[in-house]
């Protein structure tokens, strides 16, 4: 993400050479005031916390011993010298981590669940599980790099609420379409700060240097994050949905005021500004949070009437699953 600090020092500069004559003094509004990040960190901590919760649950030894009717070369527990911590056999959990027994006991997205036996706190709960290992280090390296820098500039108050949000916006989408196997993770609301950085380099457009460059490099990552996710056994509704969810709320809690705001009594009257944000960023703040409210309130609406979203969308079910010559789509 770009920096505003060298287009605002430069704009400094020229209000200065503009009034050079002018005994008046005043200082320039400081954009960027560096939050310490503990939120994000206290994330990663939460959910490295809760995948050895899992583990420990599923006692890998105990539950594969038992299944008498499964071949012995398939009962064999992955890194054994973990004791109950190691992982369900590969053909059954490719990614080093529990069954699927133990992600739906502990908090799984689960439609029926959901839906049917009113467990509703799993649109939440399954933020903070994970498939395995390698989906747990692939996104707490992602909230590392993205989070703690978005913490940095805007606060945890505000970065917070997005990412919280972003996952639940991602677990109503994931709960319309996918309704025949679990989903966990953190990537929606990952997601949901991706479409927030978006959000907040379009609305704060003008005090941006390099903008061209960070909107193409920005794009580019989102792209390929979500080309990801049309593989069997992704689920890219969560994806979409957090990061469609973080956009509009990046419009709403990321706008910056407009240059001199602050200390606007302290600048000359002509450059003094008579507004706290530009007037495209007020139409962004309201249209964003019209569409949030809304789509918030249709999709919970939808989830628990029961509607399945591939009824209304048939051609939905290729954002999450292209099905190839190499694997189908097949979501039983």
Request: aromatic fraction near 12%.
């Amino acid at each position: 993400m770009a920096l505003p600090s060298e287009d605002l020092e430069s704009s400094g500069e020229k209000i200065r050479r503009r009034n050079n004559n002018s005994s008046v003094a005043y200082s320039v509004e400081d954009r960027e005031t560096q939050w310490t990040s503990w939120l994000i960190p206290l994330f990663v901590v939460a959910n490295i916390a809760m995948f050895v919760v899992e583990m420990y649950v599923n006692n890998c030894p105990k539950h594969v011993k038992n299944r008498g009717f499964v071949p012995i070369d398939e009962r064999k527990c992955v890194a054994r010298f973990l004791g109950r911590f190691s992982f369900q056999p590969l053909r059954e959990n490719p990614l080093f981590g529990p069954s699927s027994s133990t992600l739906e006991k502990l908090g799984a997205l689960n439609w029926t669940k959901v839906v049917q036996q009113h467990q509703e706190w799993r649109l939440v709960s399954c933020m903070w599980l994970h498939a395995g290992i390698i989906h747990l280090l692939a996104n707490m390296l992602s909230l590392i790099f993205i989070g703690i820098r978005l913490e940095q500039h805007f606060g945890f108050v505000r970065i917070g609420t997005i990412y919280l949000l972003s996952g639940f916006g991602g677990s109503i989408l994931s709960s319309l379409f996918i309704q025949n196997y679990i989903s966990v993770g953190a990537s929606g609301a990952l997601f949901g700060l991706l479409g927030a950085m978006l959000s907040e380099l379009i609305t704060n457009w003008t005090i941006y240097t390099n903008k061209i460059a960070a909107l193409l490099t920005l794009l580019v990552i989102v792209a390929i994050n979500l080309a990801v996710g049309i593989l069997p056994h992704v689920d890219n509704f969560a994806h979409i949905g957090g990061f469609l969810t973080g956009f509009l709320l990046g419009f709403v809690l990321l706008p910056h005021p407009q240059f001199g705001w602050i200390d606007r009594q302290n600048l000359p009257e002509g450059v003094r500004v008579k507004s706290k944000y530009k007037a495209y960023q007020y139409v962004f703040w309201v249209l964003s949070l019209i569409l949030l409210i809304a789509g918030f309130t249709v999709g919970l609406v939808m989830l628990f009437r029961g509607v399945n979203g591939y009824d209304r969308c048939h051609w939905c079910r290729y954002l999450s699953c292209v099905p190839t010559s190499r694997w189908n789509c097949d979501e039983s």
